[in-house]
């Protein structure tokens, strides 16, 4: 009995500060509209704070906690709404779930630059851990008093204010009916700013009470995970009602603990599923709970995407394979191989194009489908032995397959799900598999056959070999895999513009209208969803052989975020978006942060400044996706259109063209280095456009205002009334006569 009441009052704590963190979601959402996936990020930097403030300053608690919670809190979401949330009305759910990500990522970036993840931090409980009481032979701590205390007090005062309260009420209209509230004398924005402070206010609360009761070490990663797991109680309570938010919190803190107490110890099970609990119960909610009608007409939002027909698709994807292959010619092997990890994740991200670019539809974890594949491709493909052993054609299409079956399973219960619930389930999913499946060492025996699915915590993935094409060659490997992006961002240009790809297009604009139409919605998200999954699976099968070794880590929840984001910023409806994002995920700032760290351990005197400089690569990542919401059709967008616009200054093309041969020249025989190639490259693409507008510009100039433009562009002078004379046939006044 007594055991049972210690895991039930623990749990009672822990399903407290899962509440008063999912409260902080509940508010801001009620009141934005916005779901914010930085919650547990910004817990993660207040508490750092509040470590460095009590730890390494030595100041006394109270003031940290006032400092912490009654300052830092509020002004952090104040200056999030201000900064950043208020500007994204109009803008689809990906961007709004983006933009959260990027400060989400970012958060961690910064917390990772200032505190080193390298050293220990750790938090006390208040009054120490000596300081407790016995209850019924349980011993409670104050800390534990604490949580339970604040978030009985929280749900009492959110109950009110969001019922009783005139501010509460206002802070609902703000996200319901903006202009109406407007209309009434309320500003919405200073709403809207009250609750993300409010919000950012009970996170920050919910990380510095948190991080003691889950053993008091301080981990970003960690620690923003940890919080993410309190999104369970707040679908809970369907991101709306406050007592099913505590009584959701409640059920999770203490089925985690009576899983923990009750569960066979021995193996790995029991605490990967304590782990993955959170993950299974916001599915079952997702999937379980009532769903919101299917919206009656398309909500116009302010991205725009062309789509491109299939001869310019294969002849831009020719073009790329061309310059993938004379841009390899001046790399080194190692940088080859790096090139070639970019191209694998390039690849993954088509998978987000047709699936949320053309569809729609929200997945934050592609790169579980790619565990998925190279788990399967690992235990049913791998040949040979040692340094000899390769990958079949086999084992690489059996877990393409998997995958591909893997990602109908997950959506036939996600069918009837849209945007935010779409991706949390998604979100859910992929956690679920890291903490479950990716962490599995144990030993199974199936049909009378033994496996573990991650021996000793990884995977040595080898690469690929049919018949006289291997890929240990990293050239090989590289224009294998650009081929093969080049070949799947075809088809899916075919695809978008058939007629299944206009049917997906339909659907996406609007679900309702679509289905009056006598569309089955089910089949098409099923459908989509499954060519998504098979090409996540193949990116991510080559993905692990270009790692050659890959583990838990290397699918994790941060990364699939990451190359989300990246490609949302880049363009998620265009395929050349896929390969931008892609490549910046795969290659990008990975690139600049090693060099960058090896330059620092290189020069002694600079080392901090180079530190720097990788650490601020790795936040400017971030501020991109921050920055997506005033440019929600991404950088590729602007490119295209920048381009469009000179199609009348052919000679600066040709002048650019003839620039880019003789550097690649010059680069090719060693007059230049690699690096200032392809930086003087990259800035010429990238400000050819504007040139090309002064060159226009200026040809505009030259060039007679048209007639229904006269007098208005230019002064009404002589010349002009002359000019117009001769246009309509007229005698031409004579010389003077204007001013007559």
Sequence with gaps: MTTFLTYTILGLVLGSVYFIAASGLVLTY???????????????????????????????????????????????????????????????DVTKIIVTVAVLLGTVYLAQWIWNPDEAHTVDMFFGAGAKITVAGVVVRYHE?????????????????FTRSRAGVVMRGSVDDPDLLRLNGHDPERAAMLSWALGSTLAV???????????????????????????????????????????????????????????????????????????????????????????GAAVRTRERYRVPT?????????????????????????????FALGMTFAIVALSLTVLTGYAGELNLAPLAFGAVAT???????????????????????????????VGGLVALPALRLRGLYLALATMAFGEFLSNMVLRDTTEHELFGFTFTLFPDGSLVVPPLKAGPLDLRDGTAFLMTATVLFALIAVGLAALRGSGYGRRLAAMK??????AMLGQNLVRLKLSVFMISAAIAGLGGVLMSAAHGTVAQESFSFIGSLSLLMLVVVAGIGYLSGALVGGLLAGVGAS????????????????????????????????????????????IVHDVIEGYRAMRGAKPLLYGAGAFGAVLYVLALTGVIGTWTFALVALCTVMLLPVFGRMYLDEGRRDRPAPLELAGLDEPYTEELRARLDRELGLPVAAKGAVDA
Excluded: K
């Design 591 to 634: 690139v600049l942060v090693a060099t960058f760290g090896e330059l620092a351990l290189e020069s002694e005197g600079m080392g901090n400044i180079y530190d720097a400089l990788g650490h601020l690569v790795l936040v400017g990542t971030a501020l991109l996706g921050m920055g997506v919401g005033r440019n929600p059709s991404g």
């Design 145 to 161: 008093i604490v949580c339970l205390v604040a978030a009985v007090a929280i749900a009492a005062g959110l109950r009110v204010l």
């Design 310 to 338: 299939v001869r310019a698709a294969a002849v831009w994807a020719a073009v790329l394979v061309a310059v993938v292959y004379l841009y390899s010619r001046l790399l080194s092997d190692g940088a080859v191989s790096t």
């Design 30 to 92: 009620n009141t934005s509209g916005i779901f914010n996936f930085a919650h547990g990020a910004q817990a993660m930097f207040g508490t750092f704070l509040y470590w460095h403030f009590t730890e390494r300053w030595g100041w006394p608690v109270w003031l940290a906690l006032v400092i912490v919670i009654g300052l830092v809190g509020p002004a952090m979401g104040a200056a999030l709404h201000t900064a950043i949330m208020r500007g994204l009305r109009g803008t689809a």
């Design 509 to 514: 604009d609007s679900p309702a209208a679509t």
């Design 375 to 405: 788990v399967v491709a690992f235990h049913t493909g791998v040949e040979g032995t040692g340094l000899s052993s390769y990958m079949s054609v086999r084992g690489l299409v059996l877990g393409v397959a998997v995958a591909a079956l």
């Design 205 to 295: 609360l919910a990380g510095v009470l948190i991080v003691p009761i889950s053993g008091g070490g301080l981990d970003a990663n960690m620690l923003t995970l940890l919080v993410i797991d309190a999104f369970a109680a707040a679908m809970f309570g369907r991101l709306r009602s406050i007592p099913r938010t505590l009584v959701g919190a409640m059920v999770l803190g203490l089925a985690a603990n009576y899983v923990l107490a009750y569960l066979p110890s021995a193996g790995t099970f029991t605490g990967n599923l304590r782990v993955s609990l959170p993950m299974i119960v916001l599915f079952v909610v997702l999937v379980v709970l009532p769903q919101d009608r299917l919206r």
